[in-house]
Nanobody, 122 residues
């Protein structure tokens, strides 16, 4: 069983950058696709970015494409979300999740972390 722990969230200003980490424990991390999702206050959780098992395939929500970059380091059992040019609308709890695919759909992910808060002030 893979366990996930997110970190790196915080309070930043508009235009700042932040790097989130998702650390995994357990076996076979390299065989999973990994996704980042976020949930803003009062809203449903939405897709942000995903990376394939090999790391060769990535996908992004339109709202973050060109500003966010997802990457993985299987030797460290970690996935990262580098966020640039942050906006107040990026404020949310960010979750990482693993599944067999690098999907934009929540139902394709079987294990989730507890989330890390990102707050972007205007």
């Amino acid at each position: 069983q893979v366990q996930l722990v997110e970190s790196g969230g915080g309070l930043v200003q508009t235009g700042d950058s932040l790097r989130l980490s998702c650390a995994a424990s357990g076996r076979f991390f390299g065989s999973y696709g990994v996704g980042w999702f976020r949930q803003a206050p009062g809203k449903e959780r939405t897709f942000v970015a995903a990376i394939s098992r090999s790391g060769g395939g990535t996908r992004y929500a339109n709202s973050v494409a060109g500003r966010f970059t997802i990457s993985r380091d299987d030797a460290k059992k970690s996935v990262f979300l580098q966020m640039h040019m942050l906006k107040p609308e990026d404020t949310a709890v960010y979750y990482c999740a693993v599944g067999p695919y690098s999907s934009s759909l929540e139902r394709h992910y079987s294990k989730w972390g507890q989330g890390t808060q990102v707050t972007v002030s205007s």
